[in-house]
């Protein structure tokens, strides 16, 4: 098994981006529709759905459930067994939960995320 290396976390951020902005996510999500399976913008979509959002602690614990959803549609399912994989989503997580700006895009993302697909 590839060992997880540091990632740049804004690679993740501007994924929250996109989906913030309503932009496809990315290839595989092209792949997964043509294989009939979910893709990373529904998958997120579903998580929010599922999700208790009226408190700062909920959604804390949604950032995590979506950084580890981004995470394992990048490096497959496999990557969730590397010892680093936790502390590759609390480094992320931390990244956005010092910055405003990131907080905010988290949120507008949810918000997009919340809304029916177009």
Known sequence: M?????????????TLRR???????GSQDT??????????RE???NLVAESELDSEPAMDQLRQRMLRVILLREWGDSA?????????IDSV???IRGDER?????RDAVRRLKEPPR
């Open 31 to 40: 792949q997964a529709a043509k294989a009939g399976e979910p893709g990373l």
């Open 43 to 45: 998958m997120l979509a």
């Open 93 to 95: 997580d931390a990244t």
């Open 80 to 88: 969730a067994t590397d010892p680093a994989f936790p502390g590759m």
């Open 102 to 106: 990131l907080r905010q895009l988290f």
């Open 19 to 25: 989906v913030g902005r309503a932009v496809t996510v």
């Open 2 to 14: 590839t060992r997880i290396g540091p990632t740049d976390p804004t690679a993740l951020i501007d």
